[in-house]
């Protein structure tokens, strides 16, 4: 049976989150987007406002007095938040998606240190950081020889760990205070069987954020380069499987949300420049009658409609998955290429439809495709996840997915 009817709750998050992108978001979004210094960007209010309505720790369990929401009710808040700004859509998705890994993959003692933190802290926001230098796709398609991936290392010093090494392009990098980091615990041996998950504080000595980054959209959040310098870090934050953190990255993508609340944000945007395109191509009057009224302008719009919610019900069926424990892996990874494509075909018809228009920082197109085009590449290319699904395809059989399958594993050991 399929069954596309929404529960009450997940209506009443969607419309919450959608009047706080329209009423909140949406009126402060541009200071931000324009602010030439992208470490002055951020607008901490919203954080404190959305964190009274409960959004900022929307993935956090009941049981630790947060909303305890699934994947795919994050998905449907995070389109509407990015309705009003993917960026500070970002800021909040980050946080959601890291913490829910951190609820499945702690300890219970861990649980009790690191979930009250978050939920406290009106300004808590979370990072995960696997991106370097030299090291980008290959800890999303993982490459399992010793010479390639990560390079910062972890190194064992009585009960506690030495982090050395580089991490770049981070979301919320700068802002986040609770951060998760991937490390090599032995560049001898593959990523698969080296890299390990660490927790640890913004205000662990040794840790810096040295360079927040300029870039083309999502102009409200920082991405931010964080040098971890005989970073200390106790064996009791450890997080996940000793050497298994990059199984468990692929668990965060797929089981844990992240590709498809990916899609689902960049998603947003595409339907608000659907939406203030409709309004426009009414009201703009040309050749004696609204462009609306044009056949070929219309069915633009159609296309426009079509491929948003094609988009949005691929994502919906792979959040679905996702919140019965049994994610379709191939689906998580191709929902968002999928979200990511279509969207940013939904704003260049947008662009076309505006004209010259759109073409002016006046007017929302222009941000809005700026802002679309980050999720190409961010949470993995769109090029990689194609690449990893089709390295899935004929291997995997729906309810056994391999990423999953070691996070089960791990989680059992306990
Ligand atoms: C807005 C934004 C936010 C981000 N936030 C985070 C974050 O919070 N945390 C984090 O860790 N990272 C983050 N990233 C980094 C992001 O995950 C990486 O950019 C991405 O994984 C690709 O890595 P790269 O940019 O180094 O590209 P590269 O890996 O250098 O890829 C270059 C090109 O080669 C292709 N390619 C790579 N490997 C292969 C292969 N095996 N076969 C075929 N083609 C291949 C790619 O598709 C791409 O076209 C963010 C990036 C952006 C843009």
């Known amino acids: 049976m399929v069954e596309f009817s929404l529960t009450k709750r997940q209506m009443a998050l969607r419309d919450k989150a959608r009047k706080f992108a329209i009423e909140e978001m949406i009126p402060v979004a541009e200071v931000g987007d324009r602010e030439p210094d992208p470490a002055k960007s951020f607008n901490w209010e919203l954080i404190r406002k959305a964190d009274k309505l409960g959004l900022r720790t929307l993935s956090v369990p009941k049981e630790f007095g947060g909303g305890g929401a699934d ?175 990059l199984g468990e990255l692929g668990a965060l993508l797929t089981r844990f949300g992240s590709n498809i609340q990916a899609g689902a944000t960049v998603l947003g945007v595409a339907q608000r420049a659907y939406d203030v395109t409709l309004q426009y191509a009414k009201q703009r009057v040309q050749g004696g009658k609204p462009i609306f009224e044009h056949q070929i302008q219309a069915q633009r719009l159609a296309r426009m409609r079509m491929l948003l919610e094609s988009a949005r019900y691929y994502l919906w069926y792979s959040g679905w998955t996702a919140g019965q424990g049994e994610p379709d892996a191939v689906a998580a990874s191709l929902c968002k290429v999928n979200a990511a494509e279509n969207s940013v075909k939904v704003l260049m018809e947008a662009f076309e439809l505006w004209a010259a228009t759109g073409y002016m920082k006046k007017n929302p197109i222009e941000k809005l495709l700026r802002d679309g085009l980050s999720f190409v590449h961010s949470d993995g290319t769109n090029d990689v996840l194609l690449l990893k699904a089709s390295n899935l395809l004929g291997e995997i059989k729906r309810g056994d997915p391999r990423y999953s399958r070691r996070v089960e594993l791990a989680a059992k050991g306990r």
């Open 71 to 245: 994947v795919l009710t994050l998905s449907m808040v995070g389109e509407n938040l990015a309705y009003g700004d993917l960026g500070i859509a970002v800021a909040f998705d980050q946080t959601w998606k890291i913490m829910t890994m951190i609820s499945h993959l702690t300890t219970a003692r861990q649980r009790k240190k690191w979930l009250p933190r978050v939920m406290d802290d009106p300004e808590c926001l979370l990072a995960a950081a696997a991106t370097e230098p030299l090291s980008g796709s290959d800890s999303i398609l993982p490459y399992n020889k010793a010479d390639g991936g990560v390079r910062m290392t972890a190194r064992k010093k009585g009960d506690k760990w030495i982090l050395n090494g580089e991490k770049r392009y981070i979301s919320n990098g700068g802002l986040a205070n609770v951060i998760y980091v991937m490390a090599r615990t032995d560049m001898r041996k593959p990523p698969l069987k080296s890299m390990t998950g660490f927790l640890l504080t913004s205000d662990t000595p040794g840790y810096s954020v040295t360079e927040i980054w300029d870039k083309l959209g999502q102009r409200n959040v920082a991405n931010g380069t964080m040098i971890f310098d005989n970073v200390e870090i106790p064996q009791a934050d450890v997080m996940g499987t000793p050497n298994g953190a």
